[in-house]
C-alpha cells in the first residue's frame, strides 16, 4: 500500500547498497569517481541535494531547518558500492580517463578503487544505437535468455559485494526513437508473450528494466529512452511493489529552461519563439548525431515548454510559440557543451524583446549528482514501501514519468515543492503550503 495517510515505517538505511549501471560512460564515471573523492574528503558534493540540501519544518516561527541527510534515514556515502555493464572492457578508471570530464590529478587520486571497478558484459543491439559498435557483450540470444543473464549478473553481484539493498539507474546511451504503440506495451500479459516471442522492437534499455524489477530493485531511466516507460512495466512495477522513476536526466539547457519558463508565464509574459542550439563532443554527442538517436533525445526536450507555457489556454501569450531544438556533434568540445538560447519574449502593449543565454556547461558534472540523489531517493522509496511510478522525482529528469492520465509537472520549482513535501510527508511532518495566513490572523 502506498503510504498516503499516515507516517510511514521506513526500514533501516544500514548495511551496503549496490548501484548499479548499465553504461559505465561520461555521466556514471564521473559519478563514482566523484562519490569517492567525496568521502575520501577530496571534494565536496555541489550539486546534489541529498548531499547539501536543507529543509525547514514546521512554521517560519520554529527555527527548524534540517540537513536532508540527517532527516531522512539514507545510505551513508561509505555504505555505496558500484557495479555496471558496458559494450567496452575498459574499467571505470580507464573509461573516466578515456571520458575527459574529471582531471587526471584528481582520478588519479582515487585510482586503486576505480580501477577494481570492471563493467559485465552488455545486453547490446545495434540496431537501437547505431554509432556504436558492441565489443563486450554477452553472446546469449533471445530476449529471455539475455534477461536471465542480467539477473544472474545482479545475484552474482549482490553476493560477491555483500551488499543489503540495490538499486539500478540506466546510464546508457540513447537508444532510437520508440513510441509504445500497438498491444504489445500496454499490458503485462501482451508483453510478456512478447519478450517469449522475441518481439524485434523490444531494445536492451527494457531487457535491463525487467531484469531489475523481478529481482525487486528500483530502476530510474537517465535517458530519453522508453526503457520503464509503458503501461506494462508500470504494472510490473506496482506487482513487484518497485519504485521507478525517469526519464532523460534534466542538466543544461532543460534545466535553464524549466528555471526560466516558469518565471515568464507567473509575470504574463508571452513568448514567440525559443530557438535552442548546442555543441557537444562527447560519445553521447556521437550517438546523438544519428537521427534517429536524436529524435528520442528532441522528443524529450520539446515537451517541456509546451507543458509549463500551456498555449492552448494562453493563446494570446503563447499561441503562436515556435520552440526549435538542435544537438550538433563538435568532437573539439568534447563533454563541455555548449548550449545557446534565443529566446523571443513580449511584454505590455506586446511590445517584443530578446534574452540570450549562453551555458558553457559540463555535462556529466551535472549530471553526476542526480545519479547520486536518485540512488538514494529511490533506495529510500523502496525502504518505505513506495512502489510504482515516483512521480516526487520529476525535479530530476526532462520528462518526468506519470500516471496516463495525468500530465507531467515541469516547473522546477512546483517539483522542489513536491519532492521536498514528500520528505516531510514521509516523515509524519506537516506539509508546507506557504499560505501563512495563520501568521498574521491566528492571534485575533
Ligand atoms: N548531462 C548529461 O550528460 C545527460 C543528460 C541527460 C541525459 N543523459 C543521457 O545519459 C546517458 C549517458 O550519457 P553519457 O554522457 O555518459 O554517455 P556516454 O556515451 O559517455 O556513456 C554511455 C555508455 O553506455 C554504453 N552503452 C551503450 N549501450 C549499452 C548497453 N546496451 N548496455 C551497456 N552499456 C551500453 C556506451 O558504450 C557508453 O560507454 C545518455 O543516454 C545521455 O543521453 C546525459
Redesign the pocket.
Known amino acids: 500500500m502506498v503510504p498516503i495517510d499516515s507516517p510511514t515505517k521506513i526500514k533501516s538505511a544500514k548495511g551496503k547498497l549496490g548501484v548499479l549501471m548499465?553504461?559505465?560512460?561520461?555521466?556514471?564515471t564521473t559519478f563514482v569517481a566523484g562519490t569517492l573523492a567525496i568521502r575520501n574528503g577530496i571534494s565536496s558534493p555541489i550539486g546534489s541535494l541529498t548531499q547539501m540540501g536543507t529543509l525547514r519544518l514546521g512554521k517560519r516561527t520554529d527555527n527548524r531547518e534540517v540537513n536532508i541527510k540527517d532527516f531522512v534515514p539514507i545510505t551513508e556515502l561509505d555504505d555505496l558500492v558500484f557495479g555496471?555493464?558496458?559494450?567496452?572492457e575498459d574499467n571505470c578508471y580507464e573509461?573516466a580517463i578515456n571520458?575527459g570530464v574529471i582531471d587526471k590529478e584528481l582520478l588519479d587520486q582515487v585510482k586503486d578503487e576505480l580501477s577494481l571497478i570492471k563493467?559485465m558484459k552488455?545486453?547490446?543491439?545495434k540496431k537501437?544505437?547505431k554509432k556504436?559498435d558492441?565489443i563486450y557483450v554477452k553472446s546469449v540470444k533471445g530476449h529471455r535468455a539475455r534477461i536471465e543473464a542480467l539477473r544472474q549478473d545482479i545475484q552474482n553481484f549482490r553476493k560477491s559485494n555483500n551488499v543489503e539493498r540495490l538499486v539500478m539507474i540506466?546510464?546508457?546511451?540513447?537508444e532510437v526513437y520508440q513510441e509504445p504503440k500497438g498491444s504489445v506495451y500496454d499490458t503485462l500479459d501482451s508483453f510478456e508473450k512478447a519478450l517469449d516471442n522475441d518481439e524485434s522492437s523490444i531494445a536492451?534499455?527494457i531487457l535491463?528494466a525487467y531484469a531489475a524489477i523481478k529481482e525487486g530493485i528500483p530502476y530510474a531511466n537517465?535517458?530519453?529512452?522508453l526503457s520503464v516507460d509503458f503501461p506494462a512495466m508500470h504494472s510490473l512495477a506496482s506487482k513487484e511493489g518497485v519504485p521507478i522513476a525517469g526519464k532523460?536526466?534534466?542538466?543544461?539547457q532543460t534545466l535553464m529552461k524549466t528555471i526560466l519558463a516558469p518565471g515568464f508565464k507567473a509575470r504574463r509574459i508571452g513568448i514567440d519563439g525559443w530557438f535552442s542550439t548546442n555543441i557537444l563532443g562527447?560519445?553521447?554527442g556521437?550517438?546523438?548525431d544519428d537521427p534517429e538517436s536524436f529524435k528520442t533525445?528532441e522528443v524529450s526536450k520539446l515537451g517541456v515548454l509546451e507543458e509549463i507555457l500551456e498555449p492552448e489556454k494562453y493563446p494570446d501569450l503563447y499561441g503562436d510559440l515556435y520552440h526549435k531544438v538542435r544537438i550538433n556533434y563538435y568532437p573539439p568540445r568534447g563533454?563541455n557543451k555548449e548550449g545557446w538560447d534565443n529566446i523571443d519574449i513580449k511584454g505590455w502593449l506586446g511590445y517584443p524583446m530578446q534574452i540570450k543565454v549562453d551555458f558553457l556547461c559540463r555535462?556529466?558534472i551535472?549530471?553526476a549528482p542526480i545519479v547520486l540523489d536518485l540512488a538514494l531517493f529511490l533506495d529510500l522509496a523502496k525502504r518505505s514501501g513506495m512502489h510504482g511510478i515516483q512521480e516526487w522525482l520529476s525535479f530530476y529528469f526532462?520528462s518526468p514519468m506519470c500516471k496516463p492520465d495525468l500530465y507531467p509537472m515541469h516547473d522546477l520549482f512546483a517539483q522542489k515543492v513536491k519532492l521536498e513535501n514528500t520528505l516531510r510527508h514521509l516523515m509524519g511532518e506537516t506539509l508546507i503550503t506557504h499560505l501563512g495566513l495563520d501568521y498574521y490572523y491566528d492571534e485575533e
Open positions: 548499465p553504461g559505465l560512460g561520461a555521466v556514471s555496471g555493464w558496458d559494450i567496452f573509461a571520458a563493467p552488455a545486453v547490446f543491439d537501437f544505437v556504436l558492441g540506466w546510464c546508457g546511451s540513447t536492451p534499455s535491463y537517465g535517458a530519453p529512452n532523460d536526466f534534466k542538466t543544461g562527447n560519445r553521447d556521437e550517438v546523438l533525445k563533454d555535462d556529466s551535472l549530471a526532462k
